[in-house]
Each structure stands twice: as structure tokens, then as C-alpha cells.
């Protein structure tokens, strides 16, 4: 497949406004950790290879692990994630799947024993920021970029 169109380029301020969110999350109190496993969970569900790829790259600049990056996806059987890093990647599955139920009553209460209301605030503004962008990427065929290794 080949990409459809480029936003960027067709319509830039559309695109620029979509980024102003992620530019507003990079100067907020997330955690770096947080934002990565929010960032490529919700690629993961949405099929976005493109932001898989940017998005591990930047986790592993981070200084994550790739064992935790490999198994993500299986995070709830893994055994390598806290409790407060399954409470993020939880809400992630649940925002980004809203057509099921959204953020439950369960998950919010279990936030609240982690975090105060303003960062998770920040988690759910990050999490329907990397939604958009998702999107954007499925929708318009946007490319993985072959890097040499």
C-alpha cells in the first residue's frame, strides 16, 4: 500500500492544530514512560505502523526496554509493568475503544489511587491526542520510513 495523501502538505495548519496537542503533552508533567506506553499502545490497537515505528524508536531513546516494548500488547499477562503503568495502559484500551464502554467507573477509581485529577487530566489528553494522530496515519497510508540498521 501506498500513501494516500499528505496532510502535512495539503492542508497545514488542519494538521498543525492536531500536533498543537502533542506539543501542549510534551511541556506537561507526563511522565516520559507514560506517554511512551500510551503513545504505542493506542498505535498497536488502531493498526498505526507508522506511529509503532516513531514511537518504540522514541521509547527506546527513553531508555525503555525492548523486552517491555516486544510484549506490550500482552501487558496484562506480562508481569513486567507496575500497577500504576497498568492503570495508564488500561485507560489507554478503554479511551481508545470507546465504542465499547469508555474509561469505566473501575479503571477511574483505580486511577485515583495512583494519581491526582489534573494527571489524569494529562493521561486522557494524551490519550485522545495519539488517537488523532493514529488516525490520521491509518487513514492516509502514511509510510514506515526504512531506516538502515
Not at 500500500?1 to 494538521?15: A, T
Not at 495519539?130 to 490520521?136: F, G, K
Request: hydrophobic share 40%.
Amino acid at each position: 500500500m501506498s500513501q494516500r495523501l499528505h496532510m502535512k502538505r495539503l492542508i497545514p495548519e488542519g494538521y498543525k492544530a492536531i500536533l498543537a496537542m502533542d506539543t501542549f503533552l510534551a511541556h506537561s508533567p507526563l511522565k516520559e514512560s507514560h506517554k511512551d506506553l500510551i503513545d504505542i499502545r493506542t498505535a498497536q490497537i488502531n493498526g498505526c505502523t507508522y506511529c509503532m515505528d516513531i514511537h518504540n524508536r522514541t521509547a527506546l531513546q527513553h531508555g525503555e526496554s525492548s523486552q517491555r516494548l516486544f510484549v506490550l500488547s500482552g501487558w496484562r499477562e506480562a508481569g513486567l509493568f507496575t500497577d500504576e503503568e497498568k492503570v495508564v495502559l488500561a485507560m489507554t484500551e478503554e479511551i481508545t475503544l470507546v465504542h465499547r464502554h469508555g474509561l469505566s467507573d473501575e479503571t477511574y477509581q483505580l486511577a485515583l489511587q495512583y494519581f491526582d485529577e489534573t494527571y489524569i487530566s494529562y493521561l486522557i489528553m494524551a490519550i485522545i491526542s495519539i488517537n488523532a494522530l493514529t488516525r490520521v496515519g491509518v487513514s492516509t497510508r502514511m509510510e514506515v520510513v526504512k531506516v538502515n540498521s
